[in-house]
């Protein structure tokens, strides 16, 4: 891109000096929490008033966090229709408590990993969302639509069991705060909050950080004719008002300089932008490029009264609209490259709302982030867009269109060329999806499925769910996609154990759901997209309500087959039935195979565990297995086939289950060729299936070992590549207790057996702290199979070491850990021919 004029200095903050005097003064060491509420039109300055107030807030030594409820469109779908306090819904209380745990992440972030007081509030938080979940049934659903099957029963006991969870996640986030800002003064920025104003999670945040000691949090917002109701005496309103001639003439002067802007100009600018902040930014910017532009065409670089009155006058008279106008006044002053790039720059920021240099790469075709650093600069050099601050206030990747100019532009767009924006809708929705399902962590795959609770993650998934809404021909692909991403969290955790996540993604749904009223009908069996997007969704609520956890999925009581019938239903919405054929893109083919692959796991799951001789369950698992390897997908594939050996264990075809493990440790060595991370939940689980294999033909000594080698895999994944979570503590539960019921059985019939298989089963056993070796036999004949298990075995996580990188429990297992064999010593013995394995 060609040099444009020089960029400007950034501006003296001009005028609001008393309001901001005023802010600070509230910025002060009490017992108390104080709130200033923000309030003005867009464009009034208010992100210019906080910036402005971190920068002095920062100067005197206070903490700073910044958060814009528009990064992650925060009470989307929620009002006042919806209820506040006593009167307040279950789904925005539930989606108040799920708000909660999101700031109190951002806030340890923001504060510091030191600020150990916020990490066990997040840790609570964590496990309060994981009782609500297991609580749940079919009664707390997070969707504001949804019509499952007696979704309301209960309502009064669902509402009471959330607000005594927030009550409890609220007292200790005030308990914690003092030690963990240090007692220093906190200023909380809170940008948008119009979003929230009107329905309970405003008003949560209202009373919890009044609440808060030594702590000023400013509410900034636009008028919604929602005030903030409130009777704390410690709650002040500050509306911004637009500038006087004075402030116009005085910022012109500062940004453009008094040989463009001298009193006649600053009047004529005055008089069409009627002091809008924004607009006067607008005028001047104007003036600079067509002052550069004047010079390079050899004519006197100020502009007459005449001219410019001239050109203002041909802007449309809506202020709305007027705004649009003035960027496209900038815009046409600029030549060559400048102009080429940054015009269709602006568009694409306007559909996209929050952008980075990624984003623009693909939406722009720029050959890499270079180019797109380069418009960016650009950009924010013409004063169109500003840099979004991270959570302390700095500078980050992030920018916006100033909020006034992409609304104006934005309808400017959608009106007069309605296929550029759907275009652009959909470039944004391909790019945010593939953040979602190629999500990059410095811990490998197990690190990678952690993506679903981090909040960026999360920001690409709500800015997903809006650009699809806008656009896809046929919403069946839209349908596909947000299935994808369901199961694929579904298959990784929460069909093993409750995960908060796939309500969350249902909520989510429903409420972008509502923006598809206006959309033309699809005319399929569906009916119309928002009807046949809401079956989808209702298909997936039954699933996660109805779907076994853990690793007992065969008892009678299990309604597999309605749960088969649900998954039927989702594929039919989704245009999957078989015979059916969706007309994608060669990259929209790979989500279609993807979401194919992932109901016939399901699906295979379905026939399974009512039935394990059923002969659909094969016919699933083997699509599904030829769909992986198509897809190239080692990971899946590896599961796949662990799967298909353990269903011949359940079949009683134990020569083919082992078969089948050898054939899965072939291909974890094949991929540990190449990749550094290490499966012990997998490699825990062929162990396991071998040593059931063993057990069943009574060769209890080989037996004995391969179950010690299913434990210490299953122990060592608490440690890696992360903390324990609720996940892989459970899966430690599950190995030891199959391991304990062993020891149980053959106590019942031959107790000096059961000795022995005990001291060959217990792993890590000098370290392991429990009885010791004489003292196995009376606790096999006396004891509980608990007893059993903590005297022979090494202890699993307490609750609250669950995500704690510094727990007792992580530092026990480091140092078991410290000299014990590399991984693939173990998975060897699992090949069927030792000589074969690899090299």
């Known amino acids: 891109m060609t040099a ?31 709130v200033l509420d923000v309030v003005g039109m867009h464009g009034i300055g208010k992100t210019f008033f906080l910036k402005e107030l971190v920068s002095e807030a920062r100067s005197i030594d206070a903490l700073v966090f910044y958060k814009d409820l528009a990064d992650d469109l925060t009470g989307l779908g929620f009002d006042e229709r919806h209820g506040t306090g006593a009167d307040a819904g279950l789904p925005v209380l539930v989606e108040t408590l799920v708000f909660a745990g999101k700031l109190a992440r951002s806030l340890l972030e923001a504060f510091g990993r030191s600020a150990k007081e916020l990490r066990e509030v997040v840790k609570l938080h964590a496990q309060l969302r994981a009782r609500l979940e297991e609580s749940a049934g079919n009664t707390v659903t997070l969707g504001t639509n949804t019509t499952v099957e007696n979704m309301n029963l209960r309502v009064v006991e669902d509402v009471a069991r959330v607000l005594a969870l927030q009550a409890e996640f609220d007292e200790a986030l005030v308990g914690a705060w003092a030690a963990a800002t240090g007692g220093r003064p906190v200023l909380l920025a809170i940008d948008s909050f119009e979003r929230v104003v009107d329905d309970e999670i405003g008003r949560w945040l209202l009373k919890t950080v009044t609440a808060l000691p030594n702590t000023l949090t400013l509410l900034a917002r636009t008028p919604t004719g929602h005030s903030l109701v409130s009777d704390s005496a410690h709650v002040h309103r500050e509306p911004l008002a637009p500038f006087g001639p004075a402030e116009v003439a005085e910022y012109l002067r500062e940004q453009v300089g008094p040989e463009l802007a001298d009193g006649d100009i600053a009047e004529i600018v005055y008089t069409f932008t009627h002091g809008h902040p924004g607009g006067v930014d607008l005028a001047g910017r104007y003036l600079l490029e067509q002052g550069a532009a004047r010079l390079t ?14 050109e203002f006058a041909r802007l449309p008279e809506r202020e709305g609209d007027r705004w649009g106008g003035m960027v496209d006044l900038i815009l046409g002053v600029l030549h060559g490259e400048r102009r080429s790039s940054l015009a269709p720059a602006v568009e694409c920021a306007a559909v996209l709302g929050r952008f980075d240099a990624p984003m623009l790469v693909d939406l722009l075709g720029l050959a890499d982030t270079g180019d797109a650093d380069r418009v960016l600069k650009g950009l924010e050099g013409l004063r169109l867009a500003w840099n979004v601050p991270d959570e302390i206030g700095e500078r980050s990747d992030w920018y916006r269109l100033h909020e006034f100019i992409r609304i104006s532009l934005a309808d400017q767009l959608r009106t007069g060329n309605q296929d550029r924006w759907l275009h652009l809708h959909d470039l944004a929705a391909r790019h945010c999806y593939d953040k979602l399902l190629n999500w990059e962590d410095d811990r490998g795959e197990y690190g990678t499925w952690h993506c679903y609770e981090n909040p960026h993650w999360q920001e690409y998934k709500q800015a997903w769910l809006h650009h699809t809404g806008q656009t896809t021909a046929d919403p069946r692909l839209t349908f596909v996609r947000f299935l994808v991403v369901f199961l694929e969290a579904f298959w990784w955790w929460g069909c093993y154990h409750p995960f908060p996540f796939n309500r969350q993604l249902i909520d989510d749904w429903e409420r972008f759901l509502g923006a598809w009223g206006t959309r033309p009908t699809w005319n399929a069996r569906g009916g119309s997209p928002k009807v046949a997007g809401q079956r989808l969704s209702d298909a997936l609520v039954f699933l996660i309500d109805h779907y076994p956890h853990g690793h007992d999925k065969s008892r009678p009581s299990q309604p597999w087959e309605a749960i088969r019938r649900k998954l039927l239903q989702a594929q039919d919405i989704c245009g999957l039935a078989p015979g059916s054929r969706l007309r994608v893109s060669e990259e929209d083919a790979v989500a279609v195979a993807r979401a194919r692959g992932l109901l016939d796991i399901f699906l295979a799951h379905t026939r399974r565990f009512a039935d394990p001789a059923d002969p659909g369950a094969v016919r699933y698992y083997d699509s599904a297995l030829r769909t992986f390897r198509a897809l190239d997908d080692h990971w899946v594939t590896e599961w796949l086939l662990f799967e298909r050996a353990d269903l011949d264990l359940e079949r009683g075809l134990l020569d083919e289950a082992l078969a089948g493990v050898d054939r899965t440790a072939r291909a974890v060595l094949e991929l540990a060729e190449y990749d550094d991370e290490w499966d012990h939940e997998l490699a825990a689980n062929l162990h396991r299936v071998r040593a059931d294999v063993l057990w069943a033909r009574g060769e209890l000594d080989p037996a004995a070992e391969a179950y010690r080698l299913a434990l210490v895999d299953a122990y060592w994944f608490q440690g890696s590549p992360h903390e324990p979570d609720a996940y892989s503590a459970r899966f430690y539960k599950e190995i030891t207790t199959r391991a304990v019921d062993r020891i149980v059985a053959l106590a019942a019939t031959d107790p000096d057996a059961a000795v022995r298989f005990a001291m060959a089963v217990r792993p890590l056993a000098v370290e392991a702290g429990g009885v010791a070796a004489d003292g196995v036999r009376e606790l096999i004949l006396t004891g509980t199979p608990e007893a059993l298990a903590d005297g022979l075995l090494p202890r699993g996580p307490a609750e609250h070491e669950l995500s704690d990188p510094q727990s007792d429990f992580l530092d026990e ?11 693939r010593e173990n998975i060897t013995v699992l090949l069927m021919i030792e000589d074969d394995s690899p090299e």
């Open 813 to 823: 297992l480091r140092d078991r850990r410290e000299f014990a064999p590399e991984p």
């Open 4 to 34: 444009g004029p020089p960029v400007p200095a950034p501006a003296r903050f001009i005028g609001r000096r008393a309001e901001i005097s005023r802010a600070l003064g509230l910025l002060t060491v009490a017992p108390y929490g104080s």
């Open 297 to 310: 065409d050899n004519r006197p670089a100020r502009m007459t009264t005449a001219e410019l009155r001239r």
